[in-house]
C-alpha cells in the first residue's frame, strides 16, 4: 500500500504539464487578462500609460508586474523583481504560463507570454499575492520544488497513508488471527494432545481458511480414532498375554517336577524367555495407562526427595546382584504437582536402564536439585550410569517406543526398548522435559526436569 501510494505521488508530479494549468487555474487565467490588456494599453497609449494601468493592477491585486518585449527589454519602466529574468526566458510558446516560488522569497513568481494586436509577442511578469494565490505546483528541479512537495505530502500523503495503514492492519489481522489459532492447534496435536481442534468461531467462515480449519478438525478426529484404537488393541493383547503366561508357568513347574537332569538347560531357557516376555507385557500396560487416560489421574503434591530415595534403594538393592551400585549424590527436598505413580514410573525406569548399561564394578549417580529459569523453579533430576554411553545420531530415538541401540546388546541385558518411552512421556504428561547426553568421559546422562508449582 505504501509503494502504491507512493509511486502514485511521484508519477503524478512526473507527468504533470504547466501547459494544461492556466486552462484549470484562476489565478493563471485572471494573469493572463492583466496580460493581454497591458499589451492592447502599450501598443495604443504608449509607455506612460502602461506604467498607470499596472499601478492600478498591483493596488487592486497586489500583483507588482512589470512588461517585456519580444526583444528582452522592460517596456513599463517600473523596478524589475527579482527573479522575473528567470521566469520570462521559461516561457515559450508551448508552456505560456510558468510559476514558482524562489527559496529566498515569500511571494510566487509568474509570467505569461501572450500576442499582440499587432502579432507582437510580449511577457508580462511579476510577484504574485503570499497567501491568496492558489498557483501551480513547480516541476521538480524547480526552485521552490522540494518545499512544495513536502507540504503535499504533509497535506495529502499522509493522510491517505494513515487510513491506508488502519485499513490494512485490521486486513491483516483479519487473516492473520486465524491462521495464529490454526497454528496453537497444530502445536497442541504435535506435543500429544490428540484433542485439539480448532475453534468453533474459525469453522464458520465460509473462506479457504475456514474450510482448511474443518478440514483439520477431520485430520485430527481422524488420528485421535487410529491411536486411540491403536492404545486399546495393545492394552488388550497385553492383558490377553498374561493368562497363558501364567498357565505357562505353572506348566513349567510341573516339568521341572517329572524331568530329569538332562532337560533343565532348557527349562531355564524357557523360564528366563517366559520372564522377559512377562516384563514387556509388564511394560506394555504401563505405557497403555500412561498414554490413554493418565491425564484424569487425580494430581497431588509428590515427595519427590522420598521419590527419589525409594528407586535408589529398590534399584541398588537389585544392582548389587550383578557387581554394581546406585547412590544418591544430591536430595534437595522437593515437591511438586503430580501423579505419584507416573513420577515414581518415569524415575525408576531411567534409573533401572542406567543399572542395566553402566559398567560393572561401577555405579549409577543420581542427582535431584532445583533451577530457576527465567521466574519458573524446576527440580532437575540427573541419572549417570558409567557404561559406554550412546551414538551421537542415536540419543534422540531411543526415547521411542521398542528402539534400541544394539539388539545383541539388549538380548543379554534384558532390555525391552520400552523403559525411555514410558519415562518420557509421563515427563511430558507433568509438562516437564527430559534429555539425554553423553558424559565427558564417558557414560550417559539423562536430565529430567519437572515444573515447581507453587
Known amino acids: 500500500m505504501v509503494v502504491v501510494n507512493v509511486a502514485s505521488f511521484v508519477t503524478g508530479i512526473l507527468t504533470e504539464r504547466r501547459s494544461q494549468f492556466p486552462r484549470q487555474s484562476p489565478m493563471a487565467q485572471m494573469f493572463g ?32 508586474a512589470v512588461l517585456f518585449d519580444n526583444l528582452g527589454n522592460e517596456v513599463s519602466g517600473r523596478t524589475v523583481p527579482e527573479g522575473v529574468l528567470n521566469a520570462i526566458s521559461r516561457v515559450t510558446d508551448d508552456s505560456p504560463y510558468v510559476f514558482y516560488f524562489l527559496p529566498q522569497q515569500q511571494r510566487p513568481i509568474a509570467a505569461h507570454l501572450v500576442r499582440g494586436p499587432q502579432g507582437v509577442t510580449y511577457v508580462l511578469a511579476g510577484e504574485l499575492p503570499k497567501l491568496d494565490f492558489p498557483g501551480p505546483p513547480p516541476r521538480l528541479g524547480e526552485p521552490g520544488s522540494f518545499a512544495f512537495g513536502l507540504r503535499l505530502i504533509a497535506r495529502s500523503f499522509l493522510p491517505v497513508l494513515l487510513v491506508g495503514g488502519l485499513f490494512c492492519y485490521w486486513l491483516a489481522r483479519y487473516l ?4 495464529v489459532q490454526m497454528r496453537g492447534a497444530t502445536h ?16 464458520k467462515r465460509h473462506d479457504e481458511i475456514g474450510y482448511l480449519g474443518r478440514d483439520f478438525n477431520v485430520m485430527a478426529g481422524r488420528i485421535e480414532s487410529l491411536i486411540g484404537a491403536q492404545r486399546r488393541l495393545i492394552g488388550d493383547i497385553s492383558h490377553e498375554l498374561r493368562s497363558p503366561l501364567a498357565r505357562q508357568g505353572v506348566a513349567l513347574g510341573l516339568a521341572r517336577r517329572n524331568a530329569g537332569p538332562q ?23 504401563a505405557l497403555s495407562l500412561v498414554e490413554s487416560g493418565a491425564e484424569r489421574l487425580e494430581s497431588e503434591k509428590v515427595d519427590l526427595s522420598a521419590v527419589v530415595k525409594d528407586v535408589a534403594d529398590d534399584a541398588d538393592f537389585e544392582a548389587r546382584g550383578r557387581d554394581r551400585s546406585v547412590q544418591v549424590v544430591t536430595n534437595e527436598s522437593l515437591r511438586i504437582n503430580g501423579v505419584s505413580e507416573l513420577v515414581r514410573s518415569a524415575i525408576e525406569n531411567v534409573v533401572r536402564n542406567a543399572v542395566r548399561y553402566t559398567s560393572a564394578g561401577t555405579s549409577v549417580d543420581i542427582s535431584l536439585t532445583s533451577e530457576t529459569v527465567k521466574g519458573n523453579r524446576f527440580a532437575v533430576i540427573n541419572v549417570r550410569d558409567h557404561g559406554d554411553g550412546v551414538p551421537e545420531g542415536s540419543i534422540k530415538d531411543i526415547f521411542r517406543p521398542f528402539y534400541r541401540v544394539e539388539d545383541d546388546r539388549d538380548r543379554k541385558t534384558g532390555g525391552t526398548g520400552l523403559g525411555l518411552s514410558i519415562a518420557a512421556r509421563a515427563v511430558h504428561l507433568h509438562h516437564g522435559t527430559i534429555e539425554a547426553a553423553n558424559a565427558s568421559d564417558g557414560g550417559l546422562i539423562v536430565e529430567i526436569r519437572l515444573p515447581i508449582g507453587s
Do not use: C, W
Request: proline share 3%; glycine share 6%; net charge negative.
Open 33 to 64: 487578462v492583466y496580460a493581454q490588456s497591458a499589451v492592447e494599453v502599450f501598443e495604443r497609449d504608449g509607455k506612460t500609460a502602461l506604467a498607470s494601468y499596472l499601478d492600478r493592477v498591483e493596488h487592486a491585486s497586489n500583483i507588482h
Open 176 to 179: 492473520s488471527t486465524p491462521i
Open 188 to 203: 497442541e496435536l504435535s506435543a500429544g494432545n490428540l484433542g485439539a481442534r480448532v475453534n468453533q468461531k474459525l469453522l
Open 263 to 285: 532337560a533343565r538347560p532348557a527349562l531355564d531357557r524357557i523360564e528366563r524367555e517366559a520372564e522377559r516376555l512377562n516384563e514387556m507385557i509388564g511394560q506394555l500396560l
